[in-house]
């Protein structure tokens, strides 16, 4: 199944599928845990709670390093207002690139076609990620979960990002590393496909249903 016959454009999640950002945010994290004399998270079990916005990733962090105790809603924004602090300053100084995706993003080009970053992560910081990254060029749009009233998986991020680019949903595939991902582009009418050497909040992402399942970005690209 060739994905790209009928695409006018493509859509690409951002931590876990362009950028490995998993040590920006054991860093920040391990910073807001060292001011709340908290124990660390293990990187491995931080990274299944990627992907869901900043605010669900510092309530995971704190309800895991209390034992099961969740905090209140004053200790939560504090602690998430020192999480975006801390992560604005380390924005991109572990992440790195993974490999196949500055290829599949210039065949992608050369295809002709409109690319866009959704991303749960703000806009602002995604920005400086992707310039970070040297991925900034590629990008005709940035929308990041701060321009909307819900967050994938919840539809509305992908079809307001197709409205801008003057694309139907139909025509614009959605490229991401999670469920979240996948139900979003399920719900907007979009196709969809997941590689799988992301997140996926720690869960196999073979299993989720997507048109496809790819190694690689440049893979898919070259189809």
């Known amino acids: 199944m060739n994905l790209l016959l009928n695409c006018r454009a493509v859509m690409l999640d951002l931590d876990g599928t362009l950028v490995d950002t998993l040590g920006d945010f054991v ?8 001011e709340l004399r908290l124990p660390h998270i293990p990187a491995p079990q931080l990274a299944g709670m990627i992907g869901k916005g900043g605010e669900y990733l510092v309530r995971s962090v704190l309800v895991q390093a209390r034992d099961g105790s969740g905090p209140s809603v004053d200790e939560l924004a504090a602690a998430l207002a020192r999480f975006w602090v801390h992560y604005g300053a380390l924005n991109g100084r572990y ?9 599949g993003l210039l065949l992608f080009q050369q295809r002709g076609l409109k690319l866009a970053c959704v991303t749960n992560k703000p806009t602002a910081e995604s920005r400086v990620l992707l310039e970070a990254c040297g991925l900034a060029s590629f990008f005709q749009e940035v929308t990041g979960g701060d321009r909307f009233a819900r967050l994938k998986p919840d539809p509305l991020p992908l079809l307001s990002t197709c409205a801008e680019m003057g694309c139907a949903p139909a025509q614009t595939l959605m490229i991401g590393d ?6 979003a582009a399920r719900g907007a009418g979009c196709p969809v496909a997941l590689v799988t050497y992301g ?10 249903d997507a048109d496809a399942h790819v190694d690689s970005i440049a893979d898919l690209a070259r189809a």
């Open 27 to 34: 860093a920040a994290i391990d910073l807001v845990l060292d």
């Open 199 to 208: 997140y996926n909040h720690g869960e196999p992402v073979s299993s989720v």
């Open 178 to 183: 999670s469920v979240n991902d996948a139900r």
């Open 95 to 103: 992440a790195r690139v993974y490999p196949g995706v500055k290829e």
